[in-house]
């Protein structure tokens, strides 16, 4: 493997492990700069995941303009080295004014993943490219796994010691990028930073041009806005209703991200061959309400664990919607479907951590009149049902499977 292709991996790897390094420590750290209750801490923590999700969508295609007009290796390294000064400021943030700072800077250095990727097909020939574009998923989906385990192991030195370790992680790939990284972009080939190319909300404007899939990335969004309440309110909701450590929340959240790495890696091509792309989607919607409905009311921590496998696999629904979502727009117009699915996906991260976290403060604070700490996996279930609702309404039959 080229050296410079394991930066770009680990890169990825960074980016998926940043966002799940804190996640266990996040209810403890809110309430050591805030002090106050739970409830609270999750409605922070709400604000907090959605500034960074908002960046990182606003800021995606920008970066990746500017690394059209300056290069790739500028944007990569720069945006390594904020991220690493923005990991140190967290550390020592004694305010909630200043994590949240570090959030909004955070999500714009994290936006880099089609810069990233755009640098693998630089240095990827034809033939190599699809595999290399699957090193970059599967490193992303490495660092999801990663992170909360680490985190949650590190929270026992503290509430900042993942950020130390964020900060100092990439710091050390900002080195490896400065010594293996050559640019790949030729001046001939770079073009005007033009903002109209860096509007993150062009492609959602252009749906007119794919009237067979509306519906369904209607479905789509849906189902990534009720699947976005593990990372949203996950550690809230396992210290409020079991009880657990960060050490414990980071490893549930672990379990969780290596199933669904499992799920998606292999467990969809079962599915697909049992059930069809339309009997899959279905299926997993069923898994999902299932999971979402149990969570809602159960009060045993081994059994919410014991229904990772359950929740996870409500991962079999993207890729049978892409599935069938690619089969009803023209061959030039897979790469605008596309950037519409990541659209919807992004919005939803930036709406779903709001609802959930303020559902859970709303049923667990402590003038609550209906004591829920479940509320916001009631709510994924109510929305996963209108989704599959939606789904099987005539309009969306397909005959895919």
């Not at 930073?193 to 009237?211: I, Y």
């Not at 999902?288 to 496998?309: F, N």
Request: charge should be positive; glycine fraction near 10%.
């Amino acid at each position: 493997m080229k050296p410079a292709a394991l930066f770009i991996m680990l890169t990825v790897l960074i980016d998926a492990m940043g966002i799940g390094l804190m996640v266990p420590v996040m209810p403890d750290l809110i309430r050591e700069v805030q002090d106050g209750t739970l409830a609270e801490a999750a409605v922070w923590g709400g604000v907090l995941a959605t500034s960074f999700a908002a960046m990182q969508f606003l800021c995606g295609p920008a970066l990746g303009s500017l690394s059209d007009r300056f290069g790739r290796r500028p944007v990569l390294l720069v945006s390594l080295g904020v991220m690493a000064m923005d990991y140190v400021v967290m550390a020592l943030a004694g305010s909630i004014w200043l994590l949240l700072a570090g959030r909004l800077v955070g999500g714009i250095t994290a936006a880099t993943q089609g810069t990233a990727a755009a640098y693998m097909a630089d240095i990827s020939t034809p033939r190599d490219r699809t595999r290399n574009f699957g090193l970059i998923g599967a490193s992303f989906g490495a660092g999801f796994v990663l992170g909360p385990l680490i985190g949650g192991m590190l929270a026992e030195y503290g509430t900042r010691a993942p950020f130390w370790a964020a900060a100092g992680l990439a710091t050390a790939n900002v080195v490896l990028g400065w010594v293996v990284l050559h640019e790949t972009v030729r001046p001939e080939h770079r073009r005007a930073f033009e903002w109209r190319r860096a509007n993150p909300l062009g492609v959602l404007r252009n749906l007119d041009r794919l009237p067979g899939v509306r519906q369904l990335l209607l479905v789509y969004f849906f189902y990534h806005v009720a699947f976005a309440v593990y990372p949203s309110v996950w550690s809230y909701f396992g210290q409020e209703r079991f009880g657990w450590t960060p050490a414990l929340i980071g490893l549930s959240l672990g379990l969780f991200g290596a199933v669904m790495a499992l799920v998606q890696g292999g467990a969809i091509r079962l599915a697909l061959r049992w059930w069809g792309e339309r009997g899959t989607v279905v299926a997993g919607h069923v898994f999902a309400v299932a999971a979402y409905g149990a969570l809602g009311i159960i009060a045993s921590g081994p059994v919410a664990l014991l229904l990772t496998p359950l929740a996870a696999l409500a991962g079999v629904i993207p890729p049978a919607l892409q599935g069938i979502m690619s089969q009803r727009v023209a061959a030039d117009a897979q790469g605008e479907l596309q950037g519409a699915l990541t659209s919807a996906a992004s919005l939803a991260m930036i709406l779903s951590p709001l609802a959930m976290t303020w559902t859970f403060a709303a049923f667990t604070h402590r003038d609550t009149p209906f004591y829920l700490p479940g509320a916001p996996f009631l709510v994924a279930m109510c929305l996963t049902v209108a989704a599959l609702a939606l789904f099987v309404r005539p309009a969306v039959r397909t005959d895919a499977a």
